[in-house]
């Protein structure tokens, strides 16, 4: 399974980005779909997580500025992040878990300027 992230970029503080993440390859259907972060001295952290039926989850410091959804036709999550702080500067890792493997995009850099 190939797991390609886009979207990141630079940032002021109060923008926004959106990011996208294609996963393609699998003969399976995909289960759980979630963006994770690490920024630099920090361990890598759950941003965002959605299932197959919708179902999403937050970590308590993104709640209300972002949102996670898929387009399961295209395997495809994005996460649209509003009102970003600085604190928010990290490399963004998408994850696709399939048949109870878990794969991963080799991250975008996402900065924000104070």
């Known amino acids: 399974v190939q797991v390609v992230e886009s979207g990141g970029g630079l940032v002021q503080a109060g923008g926004s980005l959106r990011l996208s993440c294609a996963a393609s390859g699998s003969a399976f259907s995909i289960d759980s779909m979630a963006w994770y972060r690490q920024a630099p001295g920090k361990q890598r952290e759950l941003v965002a997580s959605i299932t197959s039926s919708g179902n999403t989850n937050y970590a308590d410091s993104v709640k209300g500025r972002f949102t996670i959804s898929r387009d399961n036709a295209k395997n495809t999550v994005y996460l649209q992040m509003n009102s970003l702080k600085p604190d928010d500067t990290a490399v963004y890792y998408c994850?696709?878990?399939?048949?109870?493997?878990?794969?991963w995009g080799q991250g975008t850099q996402v900065t924000v300027s104070s």
């Open positions: 994850n696709v878990g399939v048949s109870l493997f878990d794969y």
